[in-house]
């Protein structure tokens, strides 16, 4: 949610400014060259809204199989969308907040839950900070809601900006849905805003990345917990944290790797079945500064799942996301388009076995364990 660049005044003036890739609709999906997509400047609302569709969400059948996870029913993950939909951004702006909504072809408006599992919206011109991969500006699982930050923050997005859209749709019936369309709206400050807010990025780290293979793996009955060590190459504060975890997950930590200090902590939201409904959140930012993370120094990422006393858990995840405010935003690590994380994001379905096996550049040994 930040820039470098003001606002055009033509473009302030205009109510819209639309930049679009449609070209007629695909024979089914939503998916290549001519997706129907399109991206709107509202001016008046201060809001782009990001409209794709109308698209058909193909039936996946009924998860009714004992014993299985729902990512193993699923039969595809994160890395494997059924939706990679590039377009161009269409102003300078401060970005703060997004809210999504799903509609049928009579715009009803459709259950999150059992039509999406989950998006993620993609900048191919920054990256991550702690991965060479492309930057995920905010991603939403099926149980996420909205977001938004003060007028304070802001994340810059610049015009012209190659952004792509990834969606995983998640119908769990006998029967195509036809005609949804999937609307992203996303709130902004414009570029000129006095005083100047703070300069904010996405934060991500996961404790089993490996670059277009997806980040799902096993523990055994009764739970354990997975970790990966990693390094930062710029220093800043941890404004708030959230997560995602699958069933029997417990908590996501982040550790300082030299003094064992817990720095972040969320919990998982669950039912007495084990059955994760969410994930708590930290906003750091709110009562104090945030925790400090220093350009240089190890960090531990630490997935916990406990649960499941006779069957082996399958297909858990622990990723942490949050929002990061870097004390110099011009020490950056700089997009490597040449590296092979970076073109695996490009163009997954190229990618060799030996390039979907290996983990992140950048990312410091894993290791499993299970609860004592």
């Known amino acids: 949610m930040m820039g470098s660049r003001s606002i055009a005044a033509g473009a302030a003036i205009a109510l ?24 709107v400047v509202e001016s008046a609302k201060h809001a782009v809204v990001i409209t794709l ?13 004992p014993g299985m996870s729902k990512m193993e029913m699923m039969g595809h993950g994160p890395g494997n969308e059924d939706v990679r939909v590039h377009f161009r951004w269409p102003a ?26 989950h998006m993620e919206l993609l900048d191919f011109d920054r990256r991550q900070v702690l991965y060479p991969m492309v ?56 570029r000129n805003l006095v005083p100047k807010p703070t300069i904010v990025l996405p934060f991500k780290a996961d404790v089993n990345i490996h670059p277009g293979a997806g980040d799902a793996f096993d523990l055994p009955p ?23 975890l699958h069933d029997f997950g417990k908590e996501l930590r982040l550790e300082d790797v030299a003094t064992g200090k817990v720095l972040a902590r969320v919990n998982a939201l669950r ?28 960090y531990r990422l630490v997935a916990v799942y406990q649960g499941s006393p006779t069957d082996s858990i399958r297909g858990a995840m622990g990723l942490m996301g949050g929002i990061f405010a870097p004390d110099d935003y011009t020490k950056w690590p700089k997009l490597d388009r040449t590296n092979p994380d970076y073109l695996i994001d490009l163009n997954p ?17 894993k290791d499993s364990k299970p609860l004592p």
């Not at 819209?16 to 991206?39: N, V, W």
């Not at 569709?53 to 199989?65: E, L, S």
């Not at 792509?164 to 036809?178: C, E, F, R």
């Open 16 to 39: 819209m400014t639309t930049s679009s890739l449609s070209a007629g609709s695909p024979p089914h999906g939503c998916e290549g060259p001519h997706a129907p997509i399109k991206a």
């Open 53 to 65: 569709g109308p698209c058909v969400v193909p039936a996946m059948g009924t998860m009714d199989m």
């Open 92 to 117: 300078n702006l401060w970005m703060r907040s997004f809210d999504l909504r799903l509609f049928d072809q009579d715009h009803k408006r459709l259950n999150q839950p059992t039509t999406m599992h």
């Open 135 to 190: 930057e995920r500006v905010f991603g939403m699982g099926e149980e996420t809601g909205s977001a938004k930050v003060p007028k304070s923050v802001g994340l810059p997005l610049d015009a012209g900006m190659d952004m792509a859209l990834y969606v995983m749709w998640n119908n769990h019936t006998d029967t195509a849905i036809k005609g949804v369309t999937f609307q992203l709206t996303i709130d902004y400050s414009p």
């Open 222 to 244: 009764g739970g354990g917990s997975r970790s990966a060590v990693f390094t930062m190459d710029v220093s800043g504060r941890l404004l708030a944290a959230g997560g995602h």
């Open 271 to 298: 039912r007495p079945n084990g059955e994760v409904t969410g994930v708590s959140h930290a906003l750091y930012g709110i009562f104090g500064r945030g925790p400090h993370l220093i350009a240089g120094r190890q």
């Open 349 to 365: 379905k190229g990618r060799t076995a030996v390039a979907a096996a290996r983990p992140a550049s950048g990312n410091a040994a």
